[in-house]
């Protein structure tokens, strides 16, 4: 998502309250959390997420024709 590959980083997407409390111990108790120079990085990137994703889409649709 960054884009430049200088950050790895993810997330998790639940649906169930019963799966927070379990998820935050292992954020606080693991270091399952970005640096906030890694925080920065993601950052820079997603901002012009938009911009890479349509370029993506329309060089792969020149592909396919």
């Known amino acids: 998502m960054a ?3 200088d ?3 993810g997330f998790i997407v639940h ?4 799966d927070t409390d379990p998820l935050l111990k292992a954020q606080s108790s ?3 959390a970005l640096s906030p ?3 920065w990085l993601a950052q820079r990137g997603i901002k012009n997420l938009l ?3 349509e370029k993506h889409q329309t060089n792969g649709k020149i592909v396919a024709e």
């Open 37 to 39: 120079f890694d925080s």
């Open 3 to 5: 884009g430049h590959n």
């Open 30 to 32: 693991d270091g399952a």
């Open 7 to 9: 950050a790895l980083f």
């Open 51 to 53: 911009v890479r994703m």
């Open 15 to 18: 649906s169930s309250d019963e």
